[in-house]
DNA sequence: AATCGTCTGCTTTTT
DNA sequence: GCAGACGATT
């Protein structure tokens, strides 16, 4: 029976909610309850008759398709809520190409390249290509490869630049190694639906009622999927907000939305616009901020809540002050008001902002917790097993052939894998098969041969254990990491007793959450690996369950969308910074602006803005200048507040309630 | 093979 | 001002 009630949504949400087919374009703005609606239309279709299993809906992050998920499930049967296609548009893909790669000459077992691994590959194939005098950035050519592959270029044959080469070679190797990389999951799915008719009806029958959500940070590829898979029925319906668009440095193309018409003609169209989060205050600087950008859908966001108090902003002579200032006022109020730390957050530009910030609240004694920042899965110990385990499910990927061939270290020299290298390209094959081929082996020493031969024969034996059905891969795993020795291998190589263990832990860790995944799923070892490569989160959410942090918040503008506090502060907005300086010279002004106004309309009650007049930069004092976009709020809702006077004023806003907690913790309960 | 020292060059980071 | 990369050194 469902548990979910159309009355409970506002008049536009329910339109959206409950306009089922055709093209749907539901411009959601910030705190709009988009989640809510996105998640009551598809218990309504379901309601109408609608086969669980039709419903596509596709995310940007793991967090986000997790959170639908669960809402669903309290909304609709449980049979039913499974039966939902939830999933990002990577792991949509990777689902299609596991099924079908095959048609475009790859093999099904193949790997899935990271960041680092593509990096790794960029370097060695510069290395190998360019002249002498010739120089070329890995990261930019990777940016550059990114981008090419996202626009849908090739490689050029002839008359040849050096970044050309190095794309072209750069596809034909990861292709040799039986791999792709993130945008290929893209790419080769698009290229897969386009090429094959039979494959595109498959998919097309299996989703026939398609969403996506934050749809203004979807790319050229993304829209090409969508567009592929909605052709003949039209039923589209996709959720976003241009004015959220920040991503557009990663790809992502705001005309997507913008022109939605254009690529699906004649949508019904519904704006939210009611705000369930903010003050009218904050909302009034976000819609006087955004109103300055040119290429927009008009919006106004607004609230049933009064204006609640003023956005503040504050000047500080410099940065070590804006910090002391931050940290201390949120001490202040939370002993004031007991506003709990955790409806507190500090929101910067840049990751470096935070060290400041870190300082102060460690001073003071703050519990805090920074987003973001370094993954858990940039751990060696975590890389090498995945590596291994990798390898057994393909040894063709030479990445992670390249990781684990001598660590431990077994007699195969960083001279002897060049060699292996340099035989492999010739050949125009994987490293592996030239570590397997006799000819190549004869071209080495006796007792590196022999060497080659023993590891091959190890990686050969363990394939086959983890081939055969009903045998338990986290068992099988641990006997290949106990074989290898590794954990002696960390003994030799980490500085401190403490050290080794801890990574010996996080080696446990991950063949717990294998023996896991073993229970609850079929997919055996290939699945595992797959979810882990595409969910990098999932680590940092487990700590955040452990530890369930009450705790101020330190964040990125860019990470901090989606969220919401209580009381939000936005440091640093300096010309050049916010803006920063980057944006001005490349012309992307309108983002940074976009921006700021994520960062404004994540605040619940207050915002506090601020700037320097000093910066330490590069290692020296600079002096700065308030953002131009500070101009731009609307000056009813702003309040210039003096730094000193704020310092030497013990408590400003909510004084009543403070006086309320003074009595009762004087009384005592 | 590991470690030390110097050089460089500075956003944002869903997958 | 500092991290990360890379090459010279033992």
Request: charged share 30%; proline share 3%.
């Amino acid at each position: 029976m469902a548990r979910f009630r159309l009355s409970d949504l506002n008049d536009a949400q329910r339109i959206a909610a409950t306009t089922t087919d055709g093209p749907l374009l539901i411009l959601a703005g910030a705190g709009t309850g988009k989640t809510r609606v996105i998640t009551m239309r598809v218990a309504y279709l379901i309601a109408q008759g609608v086969d669980p299993a039709h419903i596509l809906a596709v995310t940007f992050t793991n967090k986000a398709a997790a959170e639908m998920r669960e809402r669903l499930g309290k909304m609709i049967d449980a049979a039913d809520a499974k039966k939902v296609t939830m999933s990002t548009f990577h792991a949509l893909c990777l689902r299609i190409l596991r099924a079908g790669i095959d048609r475009l000459g790859y093999k099904n077992n193949f790997s899935i390249y990271d960041e680092g691994d593509q990096l790794g590959l960029i370097k060695k194939i510069i290395t190998r290509t360019a002249a002498r005098d010739e120089k070329l950035d890995p990261n930019i050519a990777k940016a550059s490869i990114s981008k090419a592959k996202n626009n849908g270029w090739s490689p050029p044959h002839d008359g040849e630049t050096l970044a050309g080469a190095v794309f072209r070679r750069y596809r034909d190797e990861l292709k040799t190694a039986n791999a792709v990389d993130f945008d290929d999951l893209l790419l080769l799915t698009v290229q897969l639906l386009n090429e094959h008719p039979d494959v595109r009806q498959r998919w097309r029958e299996r989703f026939r009622y398609l969403m996506v959500d934050e749809f203004q940070d979807t790319n050229r590829l993304q829209l090409e999927l969508v567009r592929l898979l909605a052709d003949e029925r039209q039923n589209i319906a996709v959720v976003g907000d241009d004015d959220q668009s920040i991503y557009g440095w990663r790809g992502a193309e705001v005309s997507n939305i913008l022109e939605f018409e254009h690529h699906f003609p004649n949508p019904t169209v519904v704006k939210l616009e009611e705000n369930y989060r903010s003050t009218n205050a904050i909302l009034g600087t976000a819609n006087s901020l955004i109103k300055h950008n040119p290429r927009r859908r008009p919006k106004r966001l607004w609230s049933s809540r009064g204006d609640g108090e003023k956005v503040r902003l504050i000047e500080s002579p410099n940065d070590r002050e804006e910090g002391q200032f931050v940290a201390e006022e949120i001490h202040r109020r939370h002993m004031d008001t007991e506003e709990p730390w955790e409806g507190f957050a500090v929101l910067f530009r840049m990751n470096a902002q935070s060290r400041i910030l870190e300082e102060n609240l460690r001073r003071l004694q703050i519990p805090y917790r920074i987003v973001g920042g370094k993954s858990f899965f940039d751990r060696r110990e975590v890389k090498d097993l995945i590596a291994y385990m990798s390898v057994l499910v393909n040894p063709e990927a030479d990445a992670n052939l390249l990781r684990i061939i001598n660590t431990p270290a077994r007699g195969i020299s960083a001279a002897t894998v060049e060699t292996a290298l340099q035989w492999s390209v010739r050949q125009k094959c994987s490293l592996w098969e030239a570590l397997r081929s006799a000819q190549f082996v004869a071209s080495v020493s006796a007792r590196t041969g022999a060497s080659i031969n023993a590891f091959v024969e190890l990686i050969d034996s363990y394939q086959i254990k983890i081939a055969e059905p009903l045998t338990e891969p986290s068992a099988i795993v641990t006997k290949l990491i106990a074989e290898i020795e590794y954990a002696t291998e960390l003994r030799r190589s980490c500085k401190t007793a403490e050290e080794a263990s801890a990574r010996e832990g996080n080696i446990g860790d991950m063949l717990r959450d294998l023996a896991a995944f073993a229970q609850r799923s079929t997919k055996g070892l290939p699945g595992f690996l797959d979810e882990i490569l595409l969910d990098q989160e999932r680590e940092e959410e487990k700590q955040e369950d452990i530890e369930k942090k009450k705790a101020v918040t330190l964040i990125t503008m860019h990470a901090a969308k989606g969220l919401e506090f209580r009381h939000v502060y936005l440091i640093g907005l300096e010309e050049g910074l916010l803006p920063h300086e980057r944006s001005k010279s490349e012309g992307t002004i309108d983002e940074e602006r976009r921006l700021l106004y994520v960062g404004i309309t994540r605040a619940r009650r207050t915002l506090t803005l601020s700037y320097c007049r000093d910066r330490l930069k590069f290692g020296s004092v600079s002096p700065c200048h308030p953002s131009s976009f500070i101009k731009e709020l609307a000056p009813e809702f702003l309040e210039r507040v003096d730094l000193k006077k704020l310092l030497a004023t013990p408590v400003t806003e909510v004084t009543g309630k403070s006086r309320f907690a003074q009595m009762r913790a004087a009384i005592g309960g």
